[in-house]
């Protein structure tokens, strides 16, 4: 779930290059329907163990007694995240997974098997039996930074809003969401320059250079510039937010709900649209929240796209049905998230597909919030040891909390125990 863009310094290695780069790999090559195959576990002799990649921080191995909240947490819905995050250990990954640092299957082979093997279903799988089964396969490693000192950061919140569309432009229905662009270049750095792996930048044919894709504005202003459209929704602002989280549901003027998952970017460095309205001298930067935009947005119809050309980046979609209503869209690691048992790390410290224990506080307060939580999507704002955004799910309410969300949090990585301390590949 790609929520911040690229740089304005890929975009000058961009601009540098004047050749075709070869055919962009697929940002991920998880199945889109993972979620709804069962877990298939390969046997433990038809795994290899791939290239060690080293991690930026330090473990110290803990007890589950340590872990605050630990015994309070619920446990009755965690056993579909637990089965889903297996399927995304087991599967065979290449492409912008295979250069991240990332769980082995190796390590996990025995756990997932055992997770077979022990006959619980998303439905059978009570409280007790899940905690006995995580205490039984599992060792606690709390997290150090560099220096080796308990990892303690930032927690923030994301989720998956809620917009009104239809799929023709009509009435309110003015604002739209596009489809990725068939001209739009992928260029994979690390396969030119091994010490950028895992960077990408984006852009299009100019004859036989390649340049910088359009801009937001540049795509406004040119209807033959512009992609697709999947839908049209009824709020600029809403339609704005959803850009900005990569990806959302639509709930269409037949009643229908589909979701609008993340495909693609044009590579444009992120603004802020409330930094733009500060700077205006439209509101002040401590009120620019969403309802204060929309209000603004509401007196100023003439002014809105000249508000949301001030970020020049944009984000295009790929049309997906809703069939599991509690599974949100894929995270980073392909898996689809779970709200309140999902959440974006760094991986250079925490390997993705690995599950974590996190203790923080509830939005704008002081009760704990002390979760089970499994590290399944990254963003670039997410930088730290401990930097965690937690996934809060679906809709207005989750909105709401994620917005409040800026709490300070440790975190313990949950290993399986017959493997040493927790490592990459």
């Not at 937690?390 to 017959?418: H, I, S």
Request: charged letters at 20%; glycine letters at 8%.
């Amino acid at each position: 779930m790609k929520r911040i863009l690229l740089s304005s310094l890929l975009l000058s290695l961009l601009a540098a290059c004047g050749t075709v780069p070869p055919s962009p790999e697929t940002e991920t090559t998880a199945p889109v329907n993972i979620a709804e195959q069962p877990l298939l576990v390969p046997p433990l002799e038809s795994l290899r163990d791939t290239t060690p990649r080293a991690l930026a921080g330090k473990f110290q191995k803990s007890s589950w007694t340590a872990l605050p909240g630990w015994r309070s947490d619920d446990l009755n819905h965690v056993w579909k995240a637990f089965i889903n995050n297996c399927k995304g250990l087991m599967r065979p990954v290449s492409g912008s997974l295979a250069m991240q640092a990332r769980a082995t299957p190796l390590a996990w082979q025995p756990v997932c098997a055992a997770a077979v093997q022990s006959g619980l279903t998303a439905d059978t799988a009570g409280q007790p039996a899940v905690r006995q089964f995580l205490e039984g396969q599992l060792q606690p490693w709390r997290l150090l930074d560099g220096a080796g000192k308990p990892a303690q950061d930032t927690v923030t919140g994301y989720y998956e809003p809620l917009v009104r569309a239809s799929r023709k432009r009509q009435g309110d229905y003015q604002w739209p969401l596009y489809a990725a662009p068939s001209d739009l270049l992928t260029i994979d750095l690390g396969a030119i320059y091994p010490e950028l792996a895992g960077k990408r930048v984006r852009g299009k044919l100019a004859g036989k250079r390649v340049i910088p894709y359009d801009t937001r504005a540049e795509i406004a202003a040119s209807a033959q510039r512009q992609p697709p459209a999947i839908v049209w929704v009824n709020d600029p602002v809403e339609a704005f937010f959803l850009q900005i989280q990569g990806s959302g549901r639509a709930l269409l003027d037949n009643g229908e709900t589909i979701r609008l998952a993340y495909a693609d970017h044009n590579g444009r460095p992120y603004a802020s649209i409330g930094q733009w309205l500060a700077k205006q001298g439209e509101l002040p930067l401590a009120q620019t929240s969403m309802q204060n935009i929309k209000a603004w947005a509401q007196r100023n119809p003439g002014r809105i796209q000249e508000m949301l050309n001030a970020n020049p980046a944009m984000v295009f979609f790929n049309e997906e049905p809703v069939k599991d209503p509690e599974l949100g869209p894929k995270g980073a690691y392909g898996i689809p998230l779970i709200g309140q048992r999902s959440i974006a790390v760094d991986t250079s410290f925490v390997p993705l597909g690995t599950p974590v224990f996190l203790s923080t506080d509830y939005p704008a307060s002081s009760t704990p919030l002390d979760r089970l939580v499994f590290a399944q999507d990254t963003g670039a704002a997410i930088k730290g040891a401990a930097r965690t955004d937690f996934y809060w799910g679906f809709g207005d309410e989750a909105g709401a909390l994620a917005g409040r969300m800026k709490q300070g949090g440790e975190m313990w990585v949950l290993w399986p125990k017959q493997a040493g301390a927790p490592s990459a590949r």
